[in-house]
């Protein structure tokens, strides 16, 4: 099988990718913490993740993909106590978002996709396992991880653990060292809890994605993913819970970069952030799609909607070309078997997307050259490679998930919208047959206030959504 080379943020390096398994890639993703809905930044990782899943799946490997959903933690509290409102139903709400936005975006659903609260019996069995080990202590109803009870703890931030101080856990007490990290954390009045050994409480942040990575994936798997603001404390802490327990844990940890404004990383606490639900009402979803997921998944994306609109341009391009090649074809032009070499060679590199992205856009200048020659033959050769290579990044044009829709919601919005748009463009047509260009230049500056492009063809007038 093919090789494909991943940077491992543990190895601070390039690996060959090397299954545990072989024929299949075992993928733990950290998913929403649903205290409110997601902005463009959350929905980043998801994406990223989708594309390194499609990209294994073209490569012949059957891919299994956690993605968790952290349904419980200290911010869904504080959010139902100021609302007023069940943790579970504000949990709940923003799993649906963050789904809703998945979805929008074109993401597959992921293999299983568990939610914290459903396996507080694997967490009791891994605190009772790492207290057996020495590694773990009950003090005033919590558990604690003993950080120096592990002598590889730090090996993914490689920090100093005596200059290192945990992020501070309000309301905890009884450890006996200010860096241990809680695992479970005692009831306290009005919070929800859950009965175990330990009194009642409910579990930390960092000992449910173990247990759940455990349960889904067994003592070992192949890539922990998640972005970069996890690697500590977040995948610092899981590391060493899950090998003190005895397992192997994740073999590549791949993390992607930030999405910032103003060069912060986008956040709720800085009220920075923009939400997919709005992106979507101002932006086609395929359109955002291409903007979030085509740098390289390492490079931070500074938002601004100039690069939006460059974006929005760049991916016109290659959907007017799709377009003008059905319509000389005559019909629906397949994807091709497999992708150029180039393109693969690029993806297999660290999912190197901006280079293969580079290869499409050469293939849809081709294309085009072969439109002007008249050359029908080239010309679908080109979209064939073209559909194929999109195909594998969840942006072809002409799948069913997008085409036909302009990016409103449903086919038959879409048929309904290219009705009226072609009884327009009737109009303007009688107009030019009865040489009245005034009118006909009006209906056509009237269609691109509207924020629509006009092109006219061999067979008649087409239309697109143009750029902002």
Known sequence: MVTIRLYDTSARQIRDFQPLTEGCVSIYLCGATVQAAPHIGHIRSGLNFDIMRRWFTYRGYDVTFIR????IDDKIIAKSADQGRPWWAIGYENERAFNDGYDALGCLPPTYEPRATGHVTEMVAMMRGLIERGHAYEADGSVYFDVRSW??????SRQDLDKMQQPAEEGITGKRDSRDFAMWKAVKPGEPSWETPFGPGRPGWHLECSAMAHKYLGSAFDIHGGGLDLVFPHHENEIAQAKAFGDTFARYWVHNAWVTMSGEKMSKSLGNSVLVSEMVKHWRPIVLRYYLGTPHYRSTIEYSE???REAEAAFARIEGFAQRVVELAG???EPAAEVPP???????DDLGVPQALAIVHTTVRQGNSALAADDKEAAVARLAE???MLGVLGLDPLDPRWAGTEGQSGDDLGAVVDSLVRLVLDQREAARGRKDWATADAIRDQLAQAGLTIEDGPSGPRWTLGSR
């Open 386 to 388: 073209v559909r194929a």
């Open 342 to 348: 180039a393109f693969a060679d690029a993806m297999d």
């Open 151 to 156: 002598p590889g703890y730090l090996e993914l």
């Open 331 to 333: 019909g629906v032009v």
């Open 306 to 308: 100039e690069a939006l």
């Open 68 to 71: 968790n959903v952290t349904d």
